[in-house]
Each structure stands twice: as C-alpha cells, then as structure tokens.
C-alpha cells in the first residue's frame, strides 16, 4: 500500500473516522460503545490531547480533536485501536468454546477488530470545525438509529447541551512548565 501523507505538527484539529473490520459491528452491544469511550478518555489523558468531539456508531467512529502533547494523531488512533481490540478479542475468545474452532480451522488470534487505516481530514476553520461536528451528531440521526441527536448516548452532542459525559470534551490542556535540568556544567557557570 502507498504511504500516506499526513499533515501533523500545525496545531490544527483533526477530523478522524475508522471502520470495524468489514464493517461488522464490533461496537454494536451498548457495553463495548462505553468500553470505546472509557479507553479514549484514558488514551486522551495519557497523550495529553482535546477531543471536541466524537460519535460511536456500531461499526465506525469520527472524532474531532487536537495534536496531542506526546506523539500524534496517528499514534493515538493507533493506542486507542489496539486497546480496545484486545479487550473485544479477550471477550470473543472467552465466549468461544474450544470445539468450534476446529470446525472453521482459524485460531481466534487472526481475528480482526478495525480496518487497518484511518481516514484524516485537516480542520483548519471554524466553519469548517463546525460542518464536521454537525456531521458527528447528526450521523445516528440519519443512519435512523435515534430521531434526535439528543438521544444518542454515544456521542459529544450532550455534552455541548450541558451534560457531561465519559470522555471530557473541550477540556483545555494546563499549560506545562517544562524545565531543563540543571547540569554540572550549568551550575560551574553561574
């Protein structure tokens, strides 16, 4: 596959969407939409970045967020892919019993979660920031899932009504103090 270029390093927000493995809906039961958030509020904490905004639909995911203070973009869909890939996994492995995976002849360990890559659109406007977060809330709207994005508990649109939810949406980053140490040639110096 051709290497793809990504814009990073800009300080822009980023408009991200992944799919489940042959869009099967791999996030369809309610107990692993909240799994996927509880692990993006834990990968957004740990690589230090803003979500401002997100949708869980049963087979894919939009995000809207910033550069993260460690890494990038694609790292963080990286760590967030695989985390829950292994929880899903572990789940499915031990629902299954051992008798049936001589019947298909595949071990569970080449099973799939995600689709290998991510789709990443530049936001470099607020109108363009807003198109995209209408488009986020809207999605379980027109897919016929709900009649309101209101309704939809896997989604940032609650918590732009007021309301908050398990992952923490345009929570600013504190300003860290990065101090270099002081060496030894530092301190003959003075």
């Not at 793809?4 to 489940?20: A, D, E, K, V, W």
């Not at 694609?74 to 929880?87: E, H, P």
């Not at 007021?162 to 301190?187: H, Q």
Request: aromatic share 12%.
């Amino acid at each position: 596959m051709p290497r793809l270029n990504r814009c990073y390093g800009h300080g822009f927000l980023h408009f991200i969407t992944f799919s489940c493995y042959r869009r099967l809906p791999f996030l369809q039961p309610q107990p692993r939409r909240d799994l996927f958030l509880r692990i993006l509020e834990e990968v957004r904490r740990s690589y230090r970045f803003v979500v401002a905004g997100y949708v869980v639909m049963p087979e894919h995911v939009h995000l809207l967020l910033s550069e993260p203070e460690r890494g990038d973009p694609g790292i963080v869909i990286q760590v967030l892919k695989q985390r829950f890939a292994r929880a899903v996994l572990r789940e499915l492995r031990a629902r299954r019993l051992p008798a049936q995976q001589s019947l298909w002849g595949a071990s569970s360990a080449s099973q799939h979660v995600w689709q290998a890559r991510f789709y990443d659109f530049v936001v470099y406007t607020r109108k363009k920031r807003m198109e995209k977060l209408h488009y986020i809330h809207q999605n379980p709207v027109r897919r016929g899932l709900v009649l309101e994005a209101g309704q939809w508990r896997w989604s940032s649109f609650r918590d732009y009504a007021g309301e908050a939810g398990p992952v923490l949406v345009n929570e600013p980053l504190p300003a860290g103090m990065r101090v270099r140490p002081i060496t030894r040639s530092d301190s003959s110096a003075a």
